[in-house]
Structure formats: structure tokens, C-alpha cells
């Protein structure tokens, strides 16, 4: 960024340490500083497991996790044992998601986090608490954990995303005392926004750092495993599309008619498919309908249609792929680590930063036909380092084993006078 320092530059140590007297009365010099990391979905782990490794690992620090929402249920592809598989206990686990994928039930579940996360917050007491991206419970967490006077850290920041994501991420950004954003551009973003540069860090994206040390191995293994999961026999000598398509929340009531056509698309291209179960978000029962009433068409021939497979192996599924389809940001973020061919389709991820491997196009079926026909025609990208190199873990457990934010927050006016 501009101004600001990067992870490799100086680590700010103007304010109080946290857990010092002007941190709400929390007990100084009590040893190791206690990160605590909320966990609440499958893509949460993925996307911040090198830093519960690296703060797992730090002499200088103490790991609480907390697991929530839809971590803890198995049909989108959580469940207990899910961390505990990634040789992680955690310390609380909390019930907070409300049944029913509504706008509605989004908001309930925001404020039942705001009931239950402060409860495990008391409890386990920590000096600082980590929360990832863009998701309602991220706004549960920062809003619990800012009113406890708990500084909080925050990954992700500055990006550009779509449906309520967007405003969750920078609310969130305004609510959070260290950042930790991918790129330049989302860090420059942040200060824009009057966050004191000294507490800017950029690190890269976590979930670059599982890309960069998984074996890719070969499509023969990786289908295998799948195949497994799955329960029926996938081609191991042919070419697949991987889809992977989420609900947009500001497009309720549009999550059928949105998945209809993806299916459409990819059934015109011929190619056999792995079609991923949709995340937790309102609007999530519309998408899954939308893979239902394909498959019981009997259209779907070549289709999989997988609920959940360990993050390593959906890495090594994109390093296979011929193109993933959909509207996920893994497309941007690891599929151009990777230089997977993309297309990423309607509004999701429209103005999102990315590299050269991503094509977007709308949810007319035969501009998504056209654009996934031309990605498979083109072959793998070069690869890009544009979200990070595979250190951003350690990078963020050495700051956070060494700031010092002020709890009381400001609006850094210099940022605000040079726009």
C-alpha cells in the first residue's frame, strides 16, 4: 500500500498492548497472548487454517477457536469432527444458524450470535479475536467482540463483492482494529476508508497458503476420492467441469431460475461435471432446488453431485479442472494461484479483483455454453501470485503476536484529506 507498512514492514506499538488496563480491564502480563479465531463455515476453515496453524505454533501465542453456524452441520459440509480431522479441538462450539436460507433467518442467526458469542468470548477470555471475509456471522463477531472492548482482527478486508457481503466486509473493516487484506489494492482501500495505515498489514490470502503446499497429485486420485464421496463411479480419463454456484442474497427469489441455467449450460457443453451443494446463505434452498428438479429431469448425465469433499482434495479438483463454473470466489482467489480456466456467472463476483483466468458472462445459458467452451478450448493460465505467495499465515500470527492497537479506534483523517 501507499503509505502503510506491509507484514515484512514496521509493526505498529503506539497503543496499548492488548489485555493491558485500557483494553476493558483485562488482566496484564498474564504470558502468551490469546488469539481467539471464530470458525463458522466450510469455506471459513479453508480460508484461515495455515493461520490457526501458525497461531497454534507461535511460542508467543495461544489459540482458542470457536466453531459456529454451519461448521457444525454436516450437510454443508461441516460437522464436529470436521476441525478436529485438521488436529484442532475446539474450545466452544456454537448453535447459531436459524433453519430456512431466508433473508429473514440470515438476520435471526446474526443476532443469535450476538447472543451466543459474547457468552464464549467471557469464557475463554482472549486478548485479541480473529474474524475472516464477509459473512453474517463476521458481523457477529466484530460487533460481539468490539462492545467487549476486545480488539478484533480482520482478514480479507478492501475487497469489492457482491450481494450483502459487500457491506458486511466493510462494516466489518470500520468495527476491526487490525487488518489483514489480500492485496495491495484492498489495502489501500481499507486506509481509504480511515483506517490508521500503522495497522494495515498485507499478508496475501490464507487459503493461498494450503494451495501452495498441496501435492496436486494426479486426476486419476483425486477423481477416486471424490468418487468415494459421492458414492457413483466418475471417469477418471476424461475431462470435468467443476461448478460450484452460491445464492445471492440481494437476488432472493432468483436462486432456482439462476442454478437452472447454470445446469442448462454445462448439460449443452457434454463434458462430465462435479456439481458442488450450494453454502448456507438466504436463498440456499432455491440453488439446491435447482440441482434437485436437474437431476430428477434426468438431463444430468455425467453430473456428480457432491455435498462435501476436505479443502486439500478441492484444491487438487481445480488444479484438474477443465473450467470451474459458478459464482465462487475460489475461482479468483486459489483457481488463479492455480491458473485454473473460470467463468464466473451474474453479479456474485462481477467487479471483484482477479487475474487473467477468470471470464465472466451472465445467466443466459448460452453465453455460459459460449464462455466455458472457450476457457476448456484455452487451457490452463499462468499461474498468479496476485492474492498472496503461500505465507500469509505465519505472516499474521507474527503480527498479531506483536501489535499493540489502541481499543479506542479513530478516524485516521489523513487518508479522508488526500481522496
Not at 194 to 218: K, M, N, Y
Request: aromatic share 4%.
Amino acid at each position: 500500500m501507499a503509505n502503510g507498512p506491509t507484514a515484512d514492514g514496521p509493526v505498529a506499538r503506539s497503543g496499548p498492548r492488548p489485555g493491558s488496563g485500557d483494553d476493558g480491564g483485562r488482566t496484564p502480563g498474564r504470558g502468551r497472548r490469546r488469539v481467539c479465531v471464530v470458525v463458522a463455515s466450510r469455506a471459513n476453515l479453508a480460508r484461515v487454517l495455515t493461520v490457526l496453524e501458525s497461531v497454534r505454533d507461535h511460542p508467543g501465542l495461544e489459540l482458542q477457536l470457536v466453531v459456529a453456524a454451519s461448521a457444525l452441520l454436516e450437510r454443508f459440509g461441516g460437522g464436529p469432527d470436521a476441525l478436529e480431522r485438521a488436529g484442532f479441538v475446539p474450545d466452544a462450539k456454537i448453535r447459531l444458524l436459524v433453519e430456512g436460507e431466508t433473508p429473514a433467518t440470515m438476520a435471526k442467526s446474526t443476532g443469535l450470535g450476538l447472543l451466543e458469542l459474547p457468552t464464549a468470548f467471557e469464557m475463554l477470555e482472549p486478548d485479541v479475536v480473529v474474524t475472516v471475509a464477509d459473512r453474517f456471522e463476521t458481523m457477529a463477531t466484530a460487533i460481539a467482540a468490539a462492545y467487549m472492548n476486545i480488539p478484533v482482527a480482520h482478514t480479507q478486508g478492501g475487497e469489492v463483492s457482491g450481494s450483502i457481503d459487500e457491506s458486511v466486509r466493510h462494516a466489518v473493516t470500520k468495527l476491526a482494529h487490525v487488518h489483514f487484506p489480500a492485496t495491495e489494492l484492498s489495502a489501500r482501500r481499507v486506509v481509504g476508508m480511515g483506517e490508521d495505515p500503522r495497522f494495515v498489514f498485507r499478508v496475501g490470502c490464507p487459503s493461498i497458503d494450503l494451495v501452495a503446499r498441496t501435492p496436486i497429485g494426479t486426476r486419476a486420485e483425486v477423481l477416486a476420492r471424490c468418487a468415494a464421496e459421492v458414492g457413483s463411479p466418475i471417469d477418471p480419463g476424461a475431462s470435468y467441469l467443476l461448478v460450484l454456484q452460491h445464492p445471492v442474497t440481494t437476488e432472493f427469489g432468483r436462486g432456482l431460475a439462476q442454478m437452472t441455467a447454470t445446469l442448462e449450460a454445462i448439460a449443452t457443453v457434454g463434458m462430465q461435471a462435479l456439481v458442488f451443494w450450494p453454502n448456507a446463505d438466504a436463498g440456499s434452498d432455491e440453488v439446491s432446488a435447482g440441482i434437485r428438479e436437474f437431476r430428477e429431469r434426468g438431463v444430468a448425465t455425467g453430473c456428480h453431485f457432491v455435498r462435501h469433499v476436505a479443502a486439500q482434495d478441492f484444491i487438487r479438483l481445480m488444479g484438474h479442472a477443465a473450467c470451474l463454473i459458478g459464482n465462487s470466489s475460489a475461482a479468483l482467489r486459489e483457481g488463479s494461484y492455480l491458473g485454473t480456466p473460470a467463468v464466473s456467472i451474474g453479479s456474485r463476483q462481477r467487479h471483484r479483483e482477479c487475474a487473467e483466468n477468470v471470464a465472466f458472462t451472465d445467466h443466459e445459458p448460452a453465453a455460459i455454453t459460449e464462455a466455458v467452451r472457450a476457457q476448456v478450448d484455452h487451457g490452463p493460465y499462468a499461474p498468479s501470485s496476485l492474492f498472496g505467495d503461500g505465507t500469509a499465515g505465519r505472516r499474521i500470527a507474527a503480527v498479531l503476536a506483536a501489535v499493540e492497537p489502541p481499543v479506542q479506534k479513530r478516524l485516521y483523517e489523513p487518508a479522508l484529506a488526500a481522496l
